[in-house]
């Protein structure tokens, strides 16, 4: 709990510093998660530099490295918090042999610490013959002291002190079950009509309360409830209709078979038709049928790390309010409309769903770098992506899908046209005034998602995590316990399918 608490203090703070405009650093005019992951990455740096002098000052001692820092910052908060078990992690670097790991164990017992795991190996640094690892419980000023007391000694070539339990803010906080959710609906409000004159809706009252009514929804909105049912309007059932039928006109053409074969689904299922736009709930409930996929009301954008850890649950934070009727075929954000046309089909495709998820999946605990980059690759795959079939191109991205200029743009001549990698996808500068002038193209969503496992291995974050879809659970790999209970389900898998295989060598 603590460990929340801290995550989610850091979080508020966060929050209240930042305001997505250009003055306040917003690095363009037009909203999109690449900006926005860049924008929070600025944010979270000024806020964690902050936090950190003001931590430096009090802690009031220059050889603390930053995690010892927050560790002293927290010990001073109050005569209980001082005194408060920290669970932490030392990293030892013996010089001389083992023989001083028992002046280190005979410290850790005068500190009245507890070691709950211990482990050694040959280092592999010059004029260091050991590391050695000891996990520990003990109160906060005497783990500052140990720390103090274990570098006055010529023996030792470092200690460092790993972080445990969050108490720094270099391990950013992740959500561990899909209920925990709830904590990720951090909004992002430049462009919500009262705050933008050039939003299409600025001078409508009517517009601009309907806005409110339904944001309020998904506020209100937890973990489990069922997607409250809005009663759309003649005038927003118009909006849907007016795009629907580009959609029905261009996308016969120009989507991926995969999104073709969906659309049909959905208009066979009746959750596709000219003249109603679908509810949440019932794409909810299609989308869990198929893929697993769940969606979640979201009253605007959310900050490009909340947006993709949802994805690692298979759930999919949706606007549910409409553009503004005088302009159908722009928003200056995303809307319902964009979302069901845009992103629906796809995430009923079990491929494409599970390409989605890994995205989500490795945004778990990355760095904000890294969450900029993720959100790049996000950006021109699941927004802007293009794919080959049969020698042609063909789009999947929700943005080209639901936007009539832009899919026309992208599989024209006037853009480049690059084979999707990730590593370089990731850094690829993003244009925010006009159409792109690069795209993309997959071979397949297999393709891709084989390339994306590749470059998130390289990622800097240092365990592993999984989802367990029976207790809509992140794990984290991290223990020889854990692994040996997916190696048990792993057998299992594989033991049906090698029986199935079997069974279909020889029917008889
Ligand atoms: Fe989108």
């Known amino acids: 709990m603590m460990a929340v608490a801290a995550a989610q203090k850091n979080r508020e703070l ?10 306040n650093g917003y690095p363009s005019r037009r ?4 900006d926005d992951a860049r924008f929070e990455t600025l944010v979270v740096k000024q806020t ?13 001692d220059a050889g603390l490295t930053e995690d010892e820092i927050v560790l002293a910052n927290a010990a001073t908060e109050s005569p209980e918090a001082e005194n408060a078990l920290q669970s932490a992690a030392l990293v030892v670097r013996l010089k001389d042999g083992m023989s ?3 002046r280190i164990l005979k410290a850790i017992e005068n500190y009245h610490g507890s070691i709950s795991h211990l482990e050694s190996r040959q280092s592999r640094e010059e004029g260091v013959q050991h590391d050695v690892l000891i996990k520990l419980d003990m109160t906060r000023a005497n783990l500052l ?23 720094s803010v270099k391990a950013p906080w992740f959500p561990k079950h899909a209920s925990e959710l709830d904590n990720c609906n951090h909004l992002m409000t430049k462009y919500e009509p009262e705050l933008d004159m050039n939003h299409p809706g600025f001078a409508d009252k009517v517009y601009r309360q309907r806005r409110k009514e339904i944001a309020e929804i998904a506020f209100a909105y937890k973990f489990n409830d069922p997607i409250p049912f ?8 118009k909006t849907w209709r007016s795009v629907f039928r580009t959609v029905l006109d261009l996308n016969p053409k120009h989507a991926c078979a995969e999104y073709r074969a969906v659309f049909k689904k959905l208009q066979d299922e009746k959750i596709f038709v000219e003249d109603r736009i679908p509810q949440l709930e019932d794409m909810s409930a299609f989308l869990k049928k198929n893929t697993g996929f769940t969606l979640r009301p979201a009253a605007g954008l959310l900050t490009a790390r909340d947006f993709l850890a949802s994805l690692a649950f298979r759930v999919f934070q949706s606007t549910q309010y409409v553009r503004h009727v005088n302009s159908p075929y722009h928003t200056p954000e995303p809307d319902c409309i964009h979302e069901l046309l845009g992103h629906m089909p796809l995430l009923a495709d079990p491929n494409f769903a599970q390409f989605s998820q890994e995205i989500g999946l490795a945004s778990l605990g990355a760095s904000d770098e890294e969450i900029e980059k993720l959100s790049t690759v996000y950006w021109f795959t699941v927004e802007f992506g293009l794919c080959k079939e049969q020698g042609q191109i063909k789009a999947y991205g929700a943005g080209l899908l639901s936007s009539y200029g832009e899919l026309l ?3 024209s001549e006037k853009p480049e046209h690059r084979a999707f990698e990730p590593a370089s996808t990731a850094v690829q500068p993003y244009q925010d005034q006009e159409y792109q002038p690069i795209y993309y193209v997959a071979e397949s969503f297999e393709d891709a998602k084989e390339k994306f496992r590749r470059w998130v291995s390289t990622m800097s974050r240092p365990f592993e995590v999984r989802f367990n879809p029976h207790t809509e659970r992140v794990e984290v790999l991290d223990s020889v316990d854990k692994l040996d209970t997916l190696v048990t389900q792993l057998n299992t898998e594989l033991m049906h399918l090698t029986n199935a295989i079997e069974k279909l060598r020889s029917p008889f």
């Open 409 to 411: 743009h992208a599989i």
């Open 14 to 23: 966060f929050a209240i510093k930042k305001s997505y405009s250009i003055e």
């Open 100 to 102: 001083s790991l028992g």
């Open 31 to 34: 909203r999109s998660l690449v």
């Open 145 to 167: 002291q140990l720390i103090r007391s274990l570098r006055q000694s010529s023996s030792f070539a470092s200690i460092n002190l790993l972080a445990e339990n969050s108490i």
């Open 230 to 237: 809005i009663p759309y309007t003649d005038v927003e059932n």
């Open 48 to 60: 964690k530099q902050s936090v950190l002098e003001e931590a430096r000052s009090k802690a009031n």
